[in-house]
């Protein structure tokens, strides 16, 4: 998968990256590389430990990360619960 490719197509990329395509996992990380390093910092400083870090939890996480599930429609449901009673 080209990289460039991540941009017109996230939810390709991030099914790609969620099944452990190594290009798609470095789209993820390149996309996401500004917030990595600017979280990196430590007291003013940045910190290249916690960048590893941050990337390797990044990582952890797609394995975990599942598209496959719908979301509540939002709060109506609610609402029929409170009315029941």
């Known amino acids: 998968m080209d990289p460039s490719v991540f941009f017109s197509n996230t939810r390709k990329a991030l099914s790609d990256a969620i099944e452990g395509d190594p290009i ?7 996309r996401y590389a500004g917030y990595i390093r600017y979280f990196s910092k430590m007291n003013g400083y940045y910190n290249s430990d916690m960048e590893d870090y941050i990337r390797t939890k990044l990582i952890e996480s797609l394995f975990k990360f ?7 429609e939002g709060p109506s449901h609610i609402d029929k619960q409170s009315n029941s009673e």
């Open 24 to 30: 798609a996992i470095q789209a993820v990380l390149d």
């Open 66 to 72: 599942r598209l496959d599930l719908k979301q509540a």
